[in-house]
């Protein structure tokens, strides 16, 4: 049973890696999540709840810069109890906010300013998927650099994941993939 309990409201939110050590069962289970109002208020909710022990608050704050909504709990779906939805999500929430911490620490970070500048490596994985056309073939072969029946093989049963590479190089392989229509995903996310 999830009890309000006080003692929570002391959690120093924005630094360290959730979950967190509990004041109260001492286990790695203390989670937190905000929500802001409106986009652009400071006012808003905060909730730290610990996953183990069932102890949670809920509480009015000022919602920090750094903050930005979790998007998979709009606001109909958040309750006062994490039992109601928040709890089912702490894993993701977790990720969610500690990329936020993270991102707060390295700030202020510059974007590159062309495709040349950005020093991301990139990694193309073409998904499973039937290859039906001599084009699509070739251009597998040439990608996967083994011979067309082994590359057809590889991306009909597990797909082929091409090597690391620069954003300038991405968007040329990019372009072909696309032109012969294969399925693909991106990884960072692509940017340019
Ligand atoms: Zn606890």
């Not at 994941?161 to 993939?177: G, Q």
Request: aromatic fraction near 10%; glycine fraction near 4%; hydrophobic fraction near 30%.
């Amino acid at each position: 049973m999830w009890i309000d309990d006080d003692r929570l409201t002391q959690e120093d939110f924005g630094i360290g890696t959730y979950p967190k050590k509990c004041p109260i069962c001492g286990k790695d289970s203390i989670h937190l999540l905000m929500y802001r109002h409106s986009e652009m208020s400071t006012n808003g909710a905060c909730w730290i709840w610990c996953s183990s022990c069932e102890k949670y608050s809920h509480m009015n704050v000022t919602i920090p810069d750094w903050w930005d909504n979790y998007n998979r709990l709009g606001s109909d779906k958040l309750f006062a109890s994490p039992e109601h939805n928040i709890d089912d999500e702490r894993e993701n929430i977790d990720k969610w906010v500690n990329k936020l911490i993270n991102e707060k620490v390295d700030t202020p970070k510059e974007e590159p300013k062309s495709i040349n500048d950005d020093k991301t490596l990139y990694v193309i994985k073409i998904n499973t998927q039937k290859i039906l056309t001599e084009e699509k073939a070739e251009l597998a072969a040439q990608l996967c650099r083994c011979d067309k029946e082994q590359a057809i093989n590889m991306i009909e049963n597990h797909g082929f994941e091409l090597y690391p590479m620069p954003a300038a190089d991405i968007s040329l392989v990019k372009k072909e993939l696309e032109c012969k229509k294969f399925n693909f995903t991106v990884s960072p996310e692509y940017k340019w």
